[in-house]
């Protein structure tokens, strides 16, 4: 069985500050996929990164960084110095068991201030 | 990735009653997936779209409630019968490219059964 975790329910911050997105999931399988989508009040799913099990690198994408531990079966998302536009909620997926389907948390909704 | 459109973006629909809601694809696709994200919810895959057979449902799921086609490898529809106001929700359809890419997301029909 797999599961994804995401604790925070809703974050509310202010314009320019850095948030960190927390997903913990569960798996038995050693090889897995790991996804962050982004929906915005429009509704439409955005893919944001895909991370498959043997690659461990943390990821940079402007202001958006991933940081991948498998030790804490984690992988978190961070903004940095957030804009009001990343108002959005953010759903982290995993995808295990020879089946590429994902499972999706239950979301983080994220409020930025200006 | 490919562009997905979805018709209608949002219905309201009385009790009773059927909605069937239309998903295109830019470019040819091998996988084609139906999710339901019911309000304040996460997302549930509801069947994937098999282009010349029959689709495959997830448990909890039934064709006499959910019937889906997929005539070709660009286009799906997916019908929900017999409405009622648990069926409000926003739906949801995605394309892989193959069964191991990542899926990416339409933008999304959003229905109100009243």
């Known amino acids: 069985a797999q599961k994804v975790t995401q604790a925070q329910t809703e974050i509310s911050v202010v314009e320019k500050e850095d948030v960190t997105l927390d997903c913990v999931y569960e798996t038995r399988d050693t090889t897995y996929y790991l996804f962050w989508y982004k929906q915005p009040p429009s509704g439409e799913l955005v893919f944001l990164i895909r991370r498959n099990s043997f690659d461990e690198q943390n990821e940079i994408s402007g202001r958006y960084s991933w940081n991948f531990q498998k030790s804490t079966s984690s992988f978190n998302f961070t903004i940095t110095a957030s804009q009001v536009v990343d108002s959005a909620v953010y759903f982290c997926a995993l995808a295990s068991g020879g089946s590429y389907i994902p499972t999706f948390g239950r979301g983080t909704s994220l409020i930025v201030h200006p | 990735s490919a562009v997905i459109s979805q018709k209608p973006s949002r219905d309201i629909c009385q009790r009773g009653t059927s909605l069937t809601i239309q998903c295109q694809v830019d470019s040819q696709v091998t996988m084609m997936f139906w999710y339901r994200q019911q309000p304040g919810q996460s997302l549930t895959l509801i069947a994937t779209?098999?282009?010349?057979?029959?689709?495959?449902?997830e448990s909890g799921f039934v064709i006499d409630k959910f019937p889906i086609s997929r005539p070709n490898l660009t286009f799906s529809t997916l019908t929900v019968s017999n409405l009622s106001p648990e069926d409000s929700s926003i739906y949801l359809c995605?394309?892989?490219?193959?069964?191991?890419?990542?899926?990416?997301f339409g933008p999304g029909t959003r229905l109100l059964v009243l």
């Open positions: 995605s394309v892989a490219v193959n069964v191991q890419e990542t899926q990416y």
């Open positions: 779209a098999n282009q010349g057979s029959e689709a495959t449902y």
